[in-house]
């Protein structure tokens, strides 16, 4: 082996993204060489989806292009903003309707919590609970759907998948349930803080799956 091949070598060993040398197993995640490097990524795919999910019902075209611009990452392969925005594009046609829905399944949650806290309704405490519990099924249901989207499945293959996502990782499931509501609390608690909330929550959706495969 030549000087120049020694030397990439190394680079292959230290990313993780080929040969090692040694003994040393391949990184799970080879593009997440740095953390400060990763945590710029994040930020920065949190302001597209931002950009891209302003519409409210582009949200889900959002994060699922935002999801596979991170796997693109940690896979250490070409991750460049245009193949950001040609997934949104990909997402956006069937991503309108179930963004749409998801808002509307939204809007009425919220509104019997309103309601709940109100009195006007019997049973408001009941009624509060189902609430917010159904807000966070919602959320769950479209970080599964989103990290589920490629253009060959479309959407919907994606949630058709969602139900077999759940039961099969049920411990999972509540950590992008606890995903959803950091992403809540972080918005109400500072509207700017959504852009690393929603980063975090797209490396959330690639990283979960993964730590099953390492176990």
């Known amino acids: 082996m030549d000087r120049r091949q020694l030397r990439a070598a190394r680079r292959a060993d230290a990313s993780g993204s080929g040969p090692t040398l040694g003994d040393r197993p391949a990184a799970r995640f080879p593009g997440a060489t740095g953390a400060f490097a990763l945590f710029g990524e994040v930020l920065l795919v949190g302001l597209l989806m931002m950009i891209a999910g302003l519409a409210i019902v582009t949200l889900p075209a959002a994060l699922a292009a935002g999801i596979r611009h991170l796997r693109r990452y940690l896979s250490a392969e070409a991750s460049p903003a245009r193949e950001f925005w040609l997934d949104v594009r990909r997402a956006l046609p069937g991503g309108l309707v179930v963004g749409f829905a998801a808002l509307v399944l939204a809007l009425i949650l919220a509104l019997d919590i309103d309601l709940a806290g109100s009195g006007v309704l019997p049973g408001g405490a009941a009624v509060a609970v189902v609430g917010w519990v159904g807000l966070v099924v919602v959320a769950v249901a479209l970080l599964a759907a989103a990290g589920a989207w490629t253009p060959e499945r ?62």
């Not at 998948?161 to 608690?189: E, K, M, N, Q, S």
């Open 154 to 215: 479309g959407w919907r293959g994606a949630i058709r998948v969602v139900p077999a996502v759940v039961a099969g990782d049920v411990r999972g499931a509540l950590y992008l349930a606890a995903t959803g509501v950091f992403v809540g609390i972080a918005t109400w608690a500072l509207v700017p803080l959504i852009i690393p909330a929603l980063g975090c929550a797209a490396l959330a959706v690639v990283a979960i799956p993964a730590r099953r495969r390492a176990r």
